[in-house]
């Protein structure tokens, strides 16, 4: 079984605000955001809770699936299952990257629906690094007769990281001061809008993201750059790439930001 991946919530580790000024600011941390304590509800009634891992299942409360009440993301030979009270349904998987489960589950006030996520990560090696990025496909299942349906509602960026580069010889090393590898970093809170007092559930996505040594990019080559000092070997926060997203839920029933998302390749493409 593919183990759900903790340490890919975000949400649920992490220490640190990221700067409030919109300029880019510099730090000796990587970046990091604090974490939510869950549970988490809105005025509405929806509530984020963990899930806790009970053999090949997590379930709410750590209970033993089939029991009453009981919400379970599982795998079964293979396949990922979401839960309730004992009746499974299947989870549809689509894209690339390895699948491991979202140790959160949402309980919406709308018809006993309730919402669990998929985490897909993809990786990439590098001569002298590698890179990796993952993201949070969110499914609503619901009650139907019998059993449950599953569909998905929202893939939202969970997580990058990046390191490249290298130096060759000991006059690269000295031009880069010692740091001869780029880094990259991209990390995500997701948490509930508490503030929603009737309906569906509202999501709110907050990311930090940065490089070092300084502000670099991997389309240019770090090389070719002026020879770097031991103040530029810090961390710079990414302003475009550290923003704060609503996600409402539709009239077709699927979820959308309040503004769109940039790209950030240089974090979400391993």
Known sequence: MK?????????????????????????????ALPGVTLPVADQAGNRMEALTQNGAAWCTGGATPGTE???CVQTDNGEWQASFGGVAASIPVSGEGEVSGWPVVISSTLVARFYVGLVQTEQQMYSGGGGSAARVTLYEVTPTDPGFSVAPLVT???????????????????????????????????TLDESVTDGAPRFILETVAGSYPGRVTRNADSLEAPPLTQADLVWARDPTCSFRRTYSRGADGLYSPDQPLPACADYLEP
């Open 69 to 71: 009440h009981t919400r």
């Open 156 to 190: 939202l960026p969970l997580s990058g990281e990046a390191t490249i580069r290298a130096c060759f010889d000991a006059e690269d090393e000295a031009q880069r001061a010692g740091a001869c590898q780029d880094h990259y970093s991209f990390v995500t809170r997701i």
């Open 3 to 31: 183990h759900l991946m903790i340490a890919a919530a975000v949400l649920l580790a992490s220490a640190c605000t990221p700067p409030a000024a919109e300029e880019e600011a510099v730090s000796t941390a990587e970046p």
